[in-house]
């Protein structure tokens, strides 16, 4: 058993400790919230061991294995650097960090400290989506016309976005997700998901670029990200402030390969030449983050194992890619400068 | 009975009759071809009064009143402007010219001339896009929250697009169709139906950006349109090498407007904010040049109407801003320059 302590109460770390009881392969030790009564709360509904509102109680406890890390985006560095240095394994909710800085010093804290850093990436980590790299790489082989590209989608209309839009009205600060001094905002938030797939499949682009909407904060509510490759193009469509209803498409030959749901994977569909559709992957987990967590604790109970950690440096060389493009993305769009807490 | 002659021999021109016949407008006078064989085989066909392979002869017709041109794009300004001056009013298939110099000589010209010139852009004529641009103008004038912008995707997998490659391989010209110096690609030919919309619609973009894959002979394979507003963005992605399934999508609060095929505006659904689906707009005409033929008629047999002398003028601001675009875009992207015939 992995002993976990939990950084963060909203719904993605209930998500984290169902999925942890499912795996069997994690118990809850601890739960930490700022509020000593929503840690408090929190630990009885999901009968953690103890709860506490100072973290270095989670930090110092010898039997905490791993810390799992879902507090606001701008909080997860200085968190994870922490926890890492306090010898423990870190899970850390997407975006790991804001910038590539910081990804380097929390690898190297690790590394000195012989702890794991994981970022989950719940969507890579799921088995729709070996499966969906695997058809990829396939029909990239065996193509017979030049690649050209492909588009990824994703529209989110967020349950804080007219909070957010009566804040602005009333200049008042509102919601983190939607604040870019807090690394809120639709590229941090959402544009992980379609980078991973990108940078996964097709490497690291030659150029980048993001072309965002702004709020009256500065934050970016909509936009395109183009990532250019030597003979071909991924676009990106990504906004937390609309419904969107459009899927991803990558294109092989005269064949298409379509994801519903770039952040989950739900589903793959092929598209062939005569427009007869076939459903190849649809697999749909009781929870989300089981796959992830089962991948996780494989690593982290094989630490000796070379396979796995051929497999360990993939994923971190993944996260440093997408750290690294979403910081040029940033930058090419302008955002703003984010607070470090 | 409006007395037409046409240039052009393809299946569109094909359309073009049979649309003419639909509507008991139009009677076919003469049928051009630089094959005198086509010419005959196509007047046979479709009962011309007479064929010829000598553009003067339909020029020189008194009897003949307009001139269909659907001939290669580069050719479109060169015939159009003959035909204005012989005094012939002209429906030319899009895009009509390829820079804004030649659309304000075929203005001046037929202006001269008494003559009228309409652009075929077949879905913007179509009642289908009337009524879409009923629904997102009511949608505008209601919309509480800020207007965030639009998706148009158009990917269309190009009969002509094996042959192309065939002839890169070989270091032969291929089709005109994929030939930049002929005024072919992806812009030239699918450029003109999001961009219609967008610009009907929102109006002249502040600024314009094409990224485009380019093939061997400098032509655009795939690319995204990134117009950009005062506090909004369309964001367009079109190719003519590869099958895409993704819809069109205008975001207004938390509702989506979804066109299926931007081509033809053949469906509008509406989803709203719980992800209810509603059919709104789905006319399917018996032929798709239907309404286009009925309009200029209006305007052709009406030349002194007041309220259709405005009509007029809107076709011809929009198609002239389209025009004015499609320059900007072809110079953001470097493609190549077209040699004119």
Known sequence: MINVATIGTSWITEQFIKACKLTDLYHLKAVYSRSVDTAKDFAQVYQADYYT???NNILFDPEVDLVYIASP???HFSQALRAV????HVIVEKPIVTSIAQWHELEEAANRNGVFFFEAAV?????NYRRLKELVKGKLDEISQPFLGANFNIGQYS??????LAAME??????NVFNPAMAGGTLMDLG????YVAIDLFGLPQSVRYNAQKGKNGVDLFGTIHLKYADFMVNIFLSKGVHSQLTSEIYVDDETIVIHGITRIDRVDLIDASGQEAT?????PENPMYDELVNFAEVINHPDDTHLSYVYEDWKQTSLAVTQTMELLRKSAKLPEIDEF
């Open 280 to 284: 190849l992957i649809a697999y749909t």
């Open 170 to 175: 009333k200049g008042e600060k509102g919601p």
């Open 53 to 55: 509102d100072a973290l």
């Open 159 to 164: 349950s804080r976005y007219v909070q957010y």
């Open 85 to 88: 240095k306090a010898g423990k």
């Open 73 to 75: 985006n701008a909080m």
């Open 192 to 195: 992980v998901y379609p980078l």
């Open 123 to 127: 969507h890579y980590q799921n088995r």
